[in-house]
């Protein structure tokens, strides 16, 4: 402690000097024991001492993001079948109904299933004729009861072989009652279509994933953005967020926490976070940049100055005046930081005096024992 406050001193002299004070004696070192540094009182103006308060007031995170499909609100259409698009009906922009077609696509696979429910049904309908000549002849007693229920394990047959032929058309798209060789890609939801991949003419596959279309439901996106681990408890599902993109600076969009994220990002650290927000009219577009600020129920929290909180290596730690003109050094775990101050979750109590400035050279001094 001696010397770094000697040296301090001695440079104050240095400036006096300059400024027309001629000599001034330099104190003696301070007193550094094992449990802390004790000053003596002209030592005290190269550090400053403030009082530990406490507040209510709620953090505020701010971060960056961006806009994206709320994908509950969102389809992505690709095809279960293989053929050839014959028909493009929407286009990007357009506003679409539940069920109403996009596409129109000619396919051998639709057209083997209608074949096979073509073929199945007749085969379903000459079982149920055999079944009722097999009861009327037995009736009369020109028949047997052995050929009544083979009509009988016959029509079950043909019914299912009917009832499996109907499950894949419906599964390719078509319809069971008409059955046709195409298959009419229709949107399931309601919304506006944002993409468009389909091309008049164009094949298409069963196996690529590719949507050809993508309709969304813009009144509802989200928000998605990734916030730090050691802010994340300062975030609350249902918390209130405030969004701001380029280009409506001046406007500010308001949503809410949808989902934290139960998982770290080993590498940044960071926690995904998702918040849901409404587009009624329209203005906020998926992929947009977004600027948000997550405001975390106000609670009781002890706060100090930034410069009261130091870090070497893996440590936190303030210094407390523990009594007067005597600092030990304090471990502390902080929280988030507002408008130059930060939340100290443990470690310093209110009302107890830590040293808000210069904590440095009692750092130092604490160091060179060592």
Not at 154 to 179: C, F, H, I, Y
Request: charged share 20%.
């Amino acid at each position: 402690m001696g010397r770094v406050f000697q040296t301090a001193f001695a440079c104050l002299a240095l400036l006096g000097a300059a400024a027309g004070c001629s000599k001034h004696a330099q104190p003696p070192p301070a007193i550094v024991a094992d449990e802390g540094v004790q000053l003596r009182a002209e030592q005290l103006r190269y550090i400053t001492v403030g009082v530990v308060e406490s507040d209510t007031q709620g953090a505020v995170i701010r971060t960056t993001g961006h806009v994206a499909y709320d994908e509950d609100h969102v389809a992505r259409l690709a095809v279960p079948v293989s053929g050839r698009i014959a028909k493009v009906q929407a286009r990007p922009g357009d506003e679409v109904k539940v069920g109403q077609t996009l596409a129109v696509i000619h396919s051998p696979d639709v057209a083997a299933a209608a074949a096979s429910l073509a073929q199945d049904r007749a085969q379903r309908i000459q079982s149920e004729q055999a079944l009722a000549r097999s009861q009327r002849l037995l009736a009369s007693g020109a028949g047997s009861e052995r050929e009544l229920q083979e009509a009988r394990v016959n029509l079950v047959q043909a019914k299912a072989a009917e009832d499996k032929d109907v499950a894949t058309l419906r599964v390719l798209g078509g319809g069971s009652a008409d059955p046709s060789p195409v298959y009419n890609l229709r949107s399931p939801i309601a919304g506006t279509v944002t993409e468009r991949h389909a091309t008049l003419g164009g094949g298409v596959r069963s196996d690529d994933p590719t949507p050809l279309f993508v309709v969304g439901d813009l009144s509802h996106l989200w928000v998605q953005v990734d916030i730090f681990e050691q802010d994340i408890a300062l975030v609350q599902k249902g918390a209130r967020v405030e969004v701001t993109v380029p280009s409506y600076p001046d406007r500010v969009f308001v949503g809410a926490v949808a989902q934290i994220g139960d998982t770290v990002d080993p590498t940044t650290r960071t926690i995904h976070v998702r918040i849901s927000m409404s587009n009624e009219d329209r203005l906020l577009k998926p992929e947009m940049f977004a600027r948000v600020t997550v405001a975390s129920p106000g609670r009781r929290a002890v706060r100090v100055p930034v410069g009261a909180v130091l870090t070497k290596a893996d440590k936190t730690y303030a210094f407390v005046e523990d009594t007067p003109q005597h600092f030990v050094p304090r471990t502390v775990v902080v929280g988030a930081r507002q408008d130059g101050s930060l939340q100290v979750l443990s470690g310093l109590k209110e009302g107890e005096r830590v040293v808000t400035h210069g904590g440095l050279l009692l750092d130092a001094e604490m160091t060179q024992r060592l």
